[in-house]
């Protein structure tokens, strides 16, 4: 039988939540140009799979390091301001990144764009959680699917804007980046009124927890397994979005932008996923659902890689769907079983899915140059299998409005 625990944070605030969900897909739309730039970068530098790989984990390390540090910074002492600058790294990213004419200067200028996001999230997940009132999980997929969708856009950012105009295309994220800026120092003054409000008031916001009468011991466990889930997670997903593309090309003949379409449909499936997810979550319990976005695409996962063209198109869409119900609930559950430390629990939480993907990337890069690109596919297959681990997790209890 399900508890009610009473919440007395108040009402969301729509306007801050769809906004901040709004930045964060133009965030991620910039860093949607990195695999973006992939096949176009193996063609015109010549890399390999494996120095492609490294692009991303230069990315995608620097933004798992760096975010549980922001997180934990931010708890201690909140920065809304912050939000714009890290944006602004981002936009000198770009910039650079669309004029590089050399391997490793790619590299440093991804290193920007990896900052800007590190300081992003943790700070964008905050101002959701404060914004949500007791639609926490609500509030956080709608900030994750911007996330998300702006990710999905990865492959339609290959096929209109650098096939046809190649590297130097990137340069028109530079006015995405602006623009997220623009919004961003709107969303810092509401942040800092917040922070003023509860100083004058002479008080700290009432965080209630899902989570009732868990040892340290519980905590540390849950976490642990949680971290599992977000590996196999992660791992399968930058498998697709990153490198799934040659597999259509080589195993199937599609030119780069018929794969990258094919592409897109698992990334938008995938946004659709994450925004059902937390309203789902609200109703029947975080852990079922983490539970359930894990075991539904295992039998489509290892399927994938042994069937038509047709089906391969209908598998990427459910398996998009399904297996990204579970990403802003990680987040929730996450900042729930550790109430007191908000921005630190959503910097562990992303960050590690961004480290994830980082390591990921390398792994897979290498599997393909060593021992081909169907058979890497076929080792990833197996990967959502181990997001089973999720059935340890502590149940969880509903919020509801006071």
Request: proline share 5%.
């Amino acid at each position: 039988m399900t508890t009610k625990t009473k919440s007395v944070i108040g009402n969301p605030v729509y306007p801050i939540i769809f906004a901040i969900g709004g930045v964060h897909l133009l965030n991620d739309s910039l860093q949607a140009v990195i695999p973006a730039m992939f096949p176009i970068l193996e063609k015109s530098m010549g890399l390999t799979f494996t120095q492609l790989g490294l692009i991303a984990f230069a990315l995608n390390m620097v933004a798992s390091v760096l975010q549980p540090v922001i997180g934990y910074l931010s708890d201690r002492k909140p920065k809304p301001f912050a939000l714009p600058i890290g944006m602004t790294f981002s936009m000198v990213g770009m910039a650079g990144l669309a004029f590089a004419p050399e391997y490793w200067m790619i590299l440093v200028f991804v290193i920007f764009l990896g900052f800007g996001s590190a300081v992003f999230h943790p700070e964008g997940s905050r101002v959701s959680f404060m914004a949500a009132g007791s639609k926490r999980g609500l509030a956080q997929s709608i900030y994750q699917v911007g996330g998300n969708t702006g990710q999905a856009l990865a492959p339609l950012i290959s096929a209109f804007i650098l096939v046809p105009l190649g590297q130097k295309g990137a340069a028109i994220f530079i006015l995405v980046a602006a623009l997220a800026i623009f919004i961003l120092m709107k969303i810092s003054r509401w942040y800092k009124e917040q922070l003023i409000q509860e100083k004058l008031n002479n008080r700290k916001r009432v965080i209630l927890s899902s989570m009732e009468n868990l040892t340290r011991k519980q905590i540390g466990i849950a976490l642990g397994l949680l971290l599992f889930i977000i590996f196999a997670r992660s791992f399968y997903v930058i498998s697709i979005t990153n490198f799934y593309i040659f597999h259509l090309i080589k195993n199937y003949g599609l030119t780069i932008s018929q794969g990258q379409i094919c592409i897109f449909i698992f990334l938008a499936l995938g946004a659709a996923g994450t925004f059902f997810g937390g309203p789902m979550a609200d109703k029947i319990g975080r852990k079922n659902v983490i539970v359930l976005s894990l075991a539904v695409p295992i039998p489509l996962c290892l399927l994938l890689p042994y069937v038509q063209l047709w089906a391969v198109i209908l598998l990427l869409a459910l398996i998009g769907f399904t297996i990204m119900l579970s990403f802003s609930v990680t987040v929730v559950y996450a900042q729930e079983l550790v109430p007191s430390k908000i921005g630190t629990m959503s910097g562990l939480t992303v960050g590690l899915a961004f480290g994830m993907g980082a390591i990921g990337s390398v792994v897979i890069g290498i599997l393909m140059d060593q021992i081909g690109i169907y058979e890497t596919m076929i080792v990833i297959s197996f990967l959502p299998i181990i997001g089973l681990v999720g059935l340890g997790l502590p149940k969880d209890q509903k919020i509801v409005a006071g």
